[in-house]
Nanobody, 115 residues
Framework: QVQVAESGGGLVQPGGSLRLSCAAS????????MGWYRQAPGKERELVAY???????NYADPVKGRFTISRDNTKTMVFLQMDSLKPEDTAVYYC?????????WGQGTQVTVSS
């Protein structure tokens, strides 16, 4: 079994920055990629950013140029650096990992952008 856990959410003013972290643990035999989704109240969950095992990254249009996804050398930790945050970035952010042919989700971490 694989576990995925996020950390680093919180309250930040518009224009500020936050860094989210996600760690995967357990019996990892193979990995396709890891990434971040978010879900705002009343909206569907949407992709924010993703990084594959080969290092290819993909970003949703609303966050391009403001958010950066990265990972550590073990490829079991992924980070989301969020800069120039806007109120519309307010959401629960979920880490997702594709391991051993399955998809694993974290519990989510709240990010609130408000003055």
């Amino acid at each position: 079994q694989v576990q995925v856990a996020e950390s680093g959410g919180g309250l930040v003013q518009p224009g500020g920055s936050l860094r989210l972290s996600c760690a995967a643990s357990g019996s990892i035999v193979s990995m396709y990629g890891m990434g971040w989704y978010r879900q705002a109240p009343g909206k569907e969950r949407e992709l924010v950013a993703y990084i594959t095992s080969s290092g290819t990254t993909n970003y949703a249009d609303p966050v391009k140029g403001r958010f950066t996804i990265s990972r550590d050398n073990t490829k079991t930790m992924v980070f989301l650096q969020m800069d120039s945050l806007k109120p519309e970035d307010t959401a629960v952010y979920y880490c997702v990992g594709a391991f051993n042919g399955q998809t694993y989700w974290g519990q989510g971490t709240q990010v609130t952008v408000s003055s």
